[in-house]
């Protein structure tokens, strides 16, 4: 203990530097998340007002009873005619997410564990699809679409959305897939595996994290798309939930914000779920 | 069960040359065990045999039938793994049976060689557990165990016991050694512990830069190495060298060194000698022999070296010492009390003489056993 | 070594080297062609439905539609100059400028501020995902929201009234010097958390020695954090903005929806500007054109990142 210096011995010898007090922070962040949560806060008043009660009334002001909810609900979901949209987008998302995490995933595959020439330039080509920003694929898509008898279909949304999704999970499952032990393929060749066996049943299923994680942000992703849905697929019939609410809007203008509101809440409903539910594999999903 | 033969096998690694041209003919039911230090092309030669790595030229041939280019999964070999390679996400139950379905064996017959399998290696209490809720004497088990139940032609381990704490790696040592006695299958093992090699092979393949240096039962490589490489790659603690020329004296040859004047018997190193050739003497710890002054007078001529360490280990003290030749390690039994500094006369058992050219390192036996022919620089 | 060598460069030619590369390249041929079978699927569709249409759009800019002869002719840079003469496209330009620098500055600024504040606070985890709650939610239903937020007769207007106690009535989303800040409010407001989760795992992973050592050399909390956290930090920092950058630069769903009725919509950005050009006018190789410019951007500040990245992690190591 000899020859420190007097700074280094003044460290030792007193306590830790004391970080702010506990309840400070707590109560700052208690603050920020009040703030964070104002906007929320209006909306769930508001979807609880009647029009006229909405109109007449304050934005902040508490609202009178609990039933206008469900009229409003009714409302929103006829007059917005979110429930062909809300099949629609199911069927997007579900069928979107869960193919372009598979194709992905068998994508990935040989590009983490086989050898084979300018390996790095084929995952460069798949990957090169989310470099670009969307703009340059709408115009292309648009005439496209129309060529192939494509637009207004849900096989066509459904392509276009499995194709966009498909580049991210290619790098997450990539990147995991080279963090598993080489030595297991080498051990279901020797068993006696065919290639297609050994993805199937040994590398598969060890990816269920990554897999689950990177399929909730794509869903999540399809489920949010308005641009392509208004673009490739506007029609009442194949519209996004998304796309049916930004119609909604434009048109409905007159039906009062306590509905609009109310169709936003409901079309959002879905994925906050999704959320809460599984908030940890969303949280995993990021640390890419 | 198979014999397999390693004809002129190559392996071209980007314009390197790693394997340079091995011969090995290993009969079927032999234990052999490739042994070298890091890099000599061991790993990658079981890897062929395995066809986890392509064969850049020549020939392997498995059970009389030419290999090269069938794929792993047609070649009925089965492989223990340095990291066991279990299958994460399955239970051992699930390892062991994973080949067996594949091959589409009724489940019947899958239920017998796991039963036989489990029984061997004692894995019925962790046969529905995870690979990661096992030690990594049980992984290796199980590793054995996926091997076994494929009753296939080869078994090749690619040095299993690295991973393991020096007492386990004993007892795995004597398990795999019993179990190959039983099994009777063609088994090459891989590993650069030479306490492993000597004491699982019949046949040791003594391995270094891409290429066999000798090969031979242990004992055999052991007594007659053939050159310095292996006389001080093989043997715990190693073998001692010392420099020195070559004296004719009349009839008689003798080695000469500072401290070491040693007779040289004709008959173990007939007429390559010639005077004046350096050489470099090899003698193991076990012949070299303090000498006590109550003790009878020694055969051959005493000399002198100081003690730098002892090391007690109970049953025998190893004695580092200084000589006028260089350092040198004598084995001590029964021990006696010695301390550092102390300066004590040693004798040699001439009979174990090891002599090297000092340039090429080939050992001056006459009654060399038949070496391999390899590129030995 | 030498022996070895020699005696490698006999075997080779004994064995004939060329030979040996011949049956590599057959090896790594067939891994290839098993290795396209299990990419197939999705490189159909990738290119199909994303690159082969940005090649067709960057032919589209080229082209001028000639309508009296009803085909496409080659028009060289037309497009590109009608584009920079074009008085919507220099206020579209001005905002998307805009735009790229607040998306930096402010979810940076308060996404590291929350990072900090929250690193270590009992009950971390609720705030965390109350913050990062907008994250989830569509672009266009907090559009909606905040729509009427900002409504003449919204939340924020009513607030507003409340502490100058006179009534307050802008028209936030009509008024021009307004309609971006606040659009760019809403924006900071859904994409903090982001920000915010990303650099806390930044600063998780920073090692704790040079942060020690440094208080025990006497540096205080500020100093240590504008010496040794903030540089060590850089790597995630540089990635946030660039991700930030990529964002703000292509910012459509909120600005389409809540500018639906600003007058000059089509100013708010240029993302707006083509959407307009291409699906309100239908001048395709227009459109085209911007589509073209925004890509190329975002590819310049792409590359400009993985050059800067490289950098920067070797400077940190």
Redesign the interface.
């Known amino acids: 203990m000899q020859n420190l210096t007097s700074q280094q011995a003044n460290w030792l010898a007193l306590p830790p530097p004391a970080s702010p007090p506990r309840w400070g922070k707590a109560l700052c962040g208690l603050a920020i998340a009040l703030l964070w949560l104002l906007p929320f806060s209006y909306v769930l008043l508001a979807i609880f007002k009647s029009t006229a009660e909405y109109a007449a009334s304050p934005p902040l002001s508490l609202p009178e009873g609990v039933s206008p909810l469900l009229e409003n609900i009714r409302m929103a979901w006829e007059q917005g005619d979110m429930a062909q949209a809300m099949l629609n987008s199911s069927l997007y998302a579900a069928v979107g997410a869960s193919l372009a995490v598979l194709l992905a995933a068998m994508a990935a595959y040989p590009l983490a564990r086989m050898q084979f020439r300018h390996r790095n330039l084929w995952f460069l080509l798949l990957f090169a699809g989310t470099v670009f920003p969307f703009q340059m694929y709408l115009i292309p898509l648009f005439f496209g679409f129309q060529w192939a008898e494509l637009l207004d279909t849900h096989l066509g949304m459904c392509l276009l959305y499995t194709a966009i999704c498909i580049p991210f999970p290619v790098l997450v499952l990539r990147n995991y897939m080279q963090n598993l032990s080489l030595e297991i393929d080498q051990a279901a060749r020797l068993d006696g595996a065919s290639e297609f066996t050994l993805f199937w049943r040994i590398i598969l299923p060890n990816l269920r994290g990554p897999m689950s994680a990177v399929f909730l942000l794509q869903f999540t992703w399809i489920w949010n798309d308005m641009l392509f849905s208004s673009v490739l697929g506007n029609s009442p019939d194949t519209r996004s939930i998304m796309n049916a609410l930004l119609v909604f809007q434009g048109s409905y203008a007159q039906s009062g914000p306590n509905i609009m509101l109310t169709a936003a809440v409901l079309a959002s409903l879905p994925t906050l779920l999704l959320f809460v539910l599984l908030r940890r594999q969303f949280m995993q999903g990021l640390r890419v | 069960m198979a014999e397999v033969c390693l004809r002129d096998l190559v392996k071209v690694y980007e314009q390197q040359v790693v394997v340079r041209g091995i011969n090995l003919d290993i009969p079927d039911g032999a234990f052999v065990v490739l042994v070298g230090p890091s890099g000599c092309g061991k790993s990658t030669t079981l890897r062929m045999i395995a066809g986890l790595e392509s064969i850049s030229h020549g020939q392997l041939l498995i059970d009389g039938k030419l290999a090269n280019e069938l794929p792993p999964q047609e070649r009925s070999v089965a492989m223990v793994f340095q990291s066991y390679a279990l299958y994460p996400h399955m239970t051992v139950q699930e390892n062991l049976a994973f080949s067996l379905k594949l091959a589409g064996i009724s489940a019947a017959e899958r239920q017998d060689r796991i039963d036989a399998a489990v029984k061997t290696l004692e894995l019925a209490p962790y046969l529905n557990r995870k690979p990661a809720e096992l030690s990594g004497g049980q992984r290796q088990r199980v590793a054995m165990g996926r091997a076994i139940v494929r009753e296939p032609k080869v078994f090749l381990f690619d040095e299993p016991l690295s991973n393991l704490d020096a007492k386990l790696r004993n007892q795995m040592r004597v398990e795999i050694k019993r179990l190959q006695h039983r099994l009777k299958v063609t088994t090459v093992y891989v590993t650069h512990d030479q306490v492993e090699a000597m004491t699982l092979a019949d046949i040791m393949v003594v391995m270094k830069d891409g290429a066999i240096v000798q090969q031979g039962s242990p004992l055999d490589v052991f007594r007659n190495p053939a050159n310095h490489f292996v006389a001080s790659f093989i043997g715990t603690p190693q073998m001692n060298f010392f420099h020195g020329t070559l004296q004719q004296e009349g009839e008689h040859f003798f080695f000469a060194s500072p401290a070491l004047r040693i007779p040289l018997d004709r008959t173990r190193f007939g007429t390559a000698l010639t005077h004046g050739q350096r050489v470099c003497a090899g003698l193991r710890p076990e012949d070299i022999l303090p000498h006590w002054p109550d003790e009878t007078p020694p055969a051959a001529e005493t000399f002198a070296a100081t003690i730098t360490l002892s090391e007690m280990l109970g049953n025998e003290t190893l004695l580092f010492a200084e000589s006028a030749s260089g350092p040198l390690i004598a084995r001590q039994l029964p021990p006696r009390p010695v301390a550092d500094g102390q300066t004590l006369r040693f004798t040699v058992r001439t009979e174990n003489l090891h002599l090297f050219d000092a340039d090429s390192g080939i050992s001056l036996r006459a009654d060399q056993p038949q070496r391999q022919e390899t590129n030995t620089p | 070594m030498n022996?070895?060598l020699q005696?490698?460069q006999q075997?080779?030619a004994r064995?004939g080297?060329a030979?040996?590369k011949a049956?590599?390249r057959a090896?790594?041929?067939r891994?290839?062609r098993?290795?396209l079978r299990?990419?197939a699927?999705?490189?159909l569709?990738?290119?199909?439905?994303?690159?082969?249409?940005?090649l067709?759009?960057i032919w589209?800019s080229f082209t001028q539609w000639q309508l009296f002869e009803g085909r496409d002719e080659f028009a060289g840079w037309e497009n590109y100059h009608q584009l920079w003469s074009s008085p919507y496209f220099d206020d579209a330009l001005g905002n998307t400028a805009l735009w790229v620098v607040a998306s930096v500055l402010f979810p940076l600024t308060a996404g590291l501020g929350?990072a900090l504040?929250?690193r270590?606070?009992?009950?971390?985890e609720?705030?965390k995902?109350?913050?990062f709650?907008?994250r989830?939610?569509?672009?266009?239903?907090v559009g909606?929201?905040?729509?009427?937020?900002y409504?003449p007769?919204?939340?924020l207007n009513?607030?507003l009234g409340q502490f100058t106690s006179m009534p307050v009535e802008t028209g936030w989303l009509f008024e021009e010097q307004l309609v971006t800040p606040a659009i760019i409010l809403t924006f900071v407001?859904q994409s903090c958390g982001?920000v915010m989760?990303?650099l806390l795992?930044g600063l998780a992973a920073l090692p704790r020695d040079p942060l020690d050592a440094a208080?025990?050399?006497?540096a205080r909390?500020w100093q240590v954090f504008r010496h040794i956290t903030l540089p060590l930090l850089a790597p995630t920092l540089l990635m946030v903005v660039i991700l930030s950058v990529?964002a703000g630069?292509?910012v459509?769903?909120l600005l389409?929806?809540m500018g639906?009725n600003y007058p000059q919509q089509r100013t708010l950005s240029l993302?707006v500007f083509?959407?307009f050009e291409?699906?309100q006018k239908n001048s395709?190789a227009f459109?085209?054109a911007?589509?073209?410019v925004?890509?190329g951007v975002?590819?310049a500040v792409?590359w400009l990142q993985t050059l800067l990245q490289a950098r920067v992690d070797r400077m940190v190591r």
């Open positions: 022996p070895l005696h490698d075997l080779l064995i080297l030979q040996i049956r590599e090896r790594q041929g891994q290839f098993l290795a299990f990419m699927p999705a490189l569709l990738v290119t199909a439905l994303l690159l082969l249409p940005v067709y759009n589209l929350l504040l929250f270590q606070m009992p009950g971390q609720w705030f995902s109350i913050i709650l907008p989830i939610l569509a672009p266009t239903a909606v929201m905040w729509y009427y937020v409504a007769q919204g939340m009513q607030m407001w982001l989760v990303l795992l208080r025990m050399d006497g909390p990529l630069f292509t459509f769903d389409w929806v639906a993302a083509m959407y291409a699906f395709w459109a085209a911007t589509a073209v925004i890509g975002v590819l792409t």
